[in-house]
């Protein structure tokens, strides 16, 4: 089955600074790539998302980065500012069957003032 | 506005007592999820259900039950069999197929007591 890996654990980064989230698949057949925000005591939202025929997808101050031959992508968030503070998962999925996806085990993301 | 419902926010549960975490969507989603969360565990999925009336376990679906007769309803019971319930459930909704993205509920944080 699919696995996900999700670097790094926690990420802590000045106001203004960039963050860099980096997940690995395992699948080659996997086919889209959500991102997930989960803010303290909430549930996690859908913030982007990259199918497999798209290299680059940003949105504002985000964007996701594919890497289909390295089997890897990455989610970046540029001029961060407290409001960014959560814990962002990536996930991978493939079209098929019951296929469930797969998450990675999370980033949590502190933006310091 | 469209989107799922999460209720209890807070549930506590005395040992050997079953309890049932309400669902509701109301995004004519076809498939819905449960997955419980640990503080650096990621999101775990319970059991999922892509069509009303059918439903498949997931990767931690011991001690726990589910019912599906409403395509708006999902709910979960976490029976005494489960040993080890204080965790954050969250209940996911989604079009269908693997490639698109999920709506979460708020959650629902469940304390035994």
């Known amino acids: 089955g699919e696995n996900v890996e999700q670097h790094p654990s926690t990420l802590s980064v000045q106001e203004g600074d960039s963050a860099v989230i980096k997940c690995t698949y395992s699948?080659?057949?996997?086919?889209?790539f959500p991102w997930y925000k989960q803010e303290l005591g909430k549930g996690p939202q859908l913030i982007i998302d990259i199918r497999s025929n798209v290299g680059e997808k940003k949105d504002q101050r985000i964007a996701v980065t594919l890497n289909k031959t390295a089997k890897h992508f990455s989610l970046h968030i540029t001029e961060t500012q407290p409001e960014d503070s959560a814990v962002y998962f990536c996930a991978a999925s493939r079209a098929g069957g019951s296929y469930i996806p797969t998450f990675g085990r999370g980033t949590s993301l502190i933006v310091h003032p | 506005d469209g989107g799922i419902t999460q209720s209890p926010k807070y549930l506590f549960r005395k040992e050997g007592q079953n309890v049932t975490l309400s669902c509701e969507q109301n995004l004519n989603h076809d498939a819905m999820y449960w997955y419980r969360q640990d503080p650096g565990q990621g999101l775990r999925l319970i059991y999922y259900?892509?069509?009303?009336?059918?439903?498949q376990k997931g990767d931690i679906a011991e001690g726990y039950s589910v019912s599906r007769e409403k395509k708006e309803s999902f709910p979960l019971t976490v029976t005494s069999a489960q040993k080890n319930p204080t965790a954050f459930y969250l209940c996911?909704?989604?079009?269908?197929?693997?490639?698109?993205?999920?709506?979460f509920g708020s959650g629902t944080r469940l304390t035994v007591v």
């Open positions: 996911a909704s989604s079009i269908g197929g693997a490639t698109n993205g999920y709506t």
């Open positions: 699948d080659s057949a996997s086919n889209y």
């Open positions: 259900s892509q069509i009303v009336n059918d439903f």
